[in-house]
């Protein structure tokens, strides 16, 4: 089976290019990847001599690349995204261009190669947010979103994927395609770029430097490892039933501010190097995901719990000290202009 994934190159991606390998001997991946900022091919240089594995260099949006890429492909798998909301509110060009016309481009020519099917990754952040509640009082009955949960994305990034999940869904529904889209919480894992809160918080505590945390911190976020996405993503994949939307995620709502300190503990740093600074605009409040549809159709469930999948990622960045380094000075990107020109 031939398999496309898009944004190969990116956190999720490499960790599920690599997850197939390792998990599926019949598979055959195709990564395609523009290698944007946060795309970076260190992240595989494991699986290089796979010959099961190869990449392509192209954006999302060159419709003559993704037909190339995607000839004789059973699966695609779209991950290809600008994904960071911060970025988002100050330039949402290119979240609307790769989020959105990207899409409509891999749809297309899916569609024209008929492709077996297709799986579009996306995110909680489409429903919007949650009414607040602490995490740690236990409440079963606060409310999550489900699949069913309407679409109210609240910045630039979100409404941009959810105008994509839109298009996904439109093409299944006006053209029959076999689509299916799923949405999960927050990831966290080895390879993530150090612009997101985990990472950032590791790598800026390594350094002793100031961990910003936005406003007053209680923001929730429910988190889910990186490998239980990647297995949901599979999962939807291989079992899911086309048009249909599955959540997955990690049931471990956490407030950013015990996140952080978390972090501090685990390294042995002191709290006091937290910094509150000036919220960010638009910020929701809490995220949670329900995730019972995924469970029943599609057998999966998360498997790591969050002071497990925690500890791991510290130790992760601790033994990777020279891949943050470099993604964070920048350097990995001579390699990058060497190889691609760009």
């Avoid at 979240?95 to 749809?107: A, C, H, K, S």
């Avoid at 923001?219 to 949901?232: A, F, K, L, P």
């Avoid at 993503?233 to 709502?253: L, M, S």
Wanted: proline share 5%; glycine share 8%; with cysteine.
């Amino acid at each position: 089976m031939n398999i496309l994934v898009t944004g190969g190159a990116g956190f999720i991606g490499s960790n599920l290019v690599r997850w197939l390998l390792a998990n599926r001997p019949d598979v055959r991946v195709i990564n395609l990847d523009a290698l944007t900022y946060a795309g970076n091919l260190e992240s595989l240089k494991d699986v290089e001599g796979d010959p099961r594995y190869m990449f392509v260099h192209g954006d999302i949006c060159d419709a003559g690349i993704v037909a190339e890429a995607m000839q004789g492909v059973d699966v695609v798998l779209h991950l290809a995204a600008e994904s960071h909301v911060d970025r988002s509110i100050l330039a949402d060009a290119p979240f609307v261009r790769t989020n959105v016309l990207g899409t409509q481009t891999l749809l297309a020519a899916a569609l024209a190669l008929e492709v077996g099917r297709f799986v579009h990754v996306s995110t909680d952040e489409v429903y919007g947010e949650l009414p607040w509640r602490d995490p740690a009082d236990g409440d079963p009955t606060a409310p999550k979103f489900t699949e069913d949960t309407p679409l109210a994305p609240r910045s630039p990034y979100s409404a941009s994927k959810a105008a994509s999940d839109l298009l996904a869904l439109a093409y299944h529904t006006t053209h029959g395609m076999d689509v299916v889209v799923t949405r999960c919480s927050n990831n966290y894992g080895p390879y993530q770029f150090p612009e997101k809160l985990i990472p950032l918080m590791i790598t800026h505590a390594l350094e002793d430097r100031p961990l910003p945390v936005y406003g007053d911190g209680l923001y929730v976020r429910d988190w889910i490892q990186v490998t239980d996405h990647c297995r949901g993503i599979v999962a939807a994949a291989e079992q899911g039933r086309a048009g249909r939307v599955y959540n997955f995620g990690g049931d471990a709502e956490r407030t950013n501010l015990t996140v952080v300190k978390a972090i501090l503990r685990t390294l042995g740093k002191p709290e006091d190097r937290v910094e509150h600074v000036k919220d960010r605009k638009g910020h929701d409040r809490r995220y949670a995901i329900e995730f019972s549809r995924a469970e029943t159709e599609l057998g999966w469930c998360p498997s790591v719990t969050f002071e497990e999948g925690l500890a791991d990622t510290v130790r992760w960045y601790l033994e990777n000290e020279t891949w943050w380094r470099r993604v964070k000075s920048g350097e990995y990107w001579a390699y990058h202009r060497e190889q691609y020109g760009r």
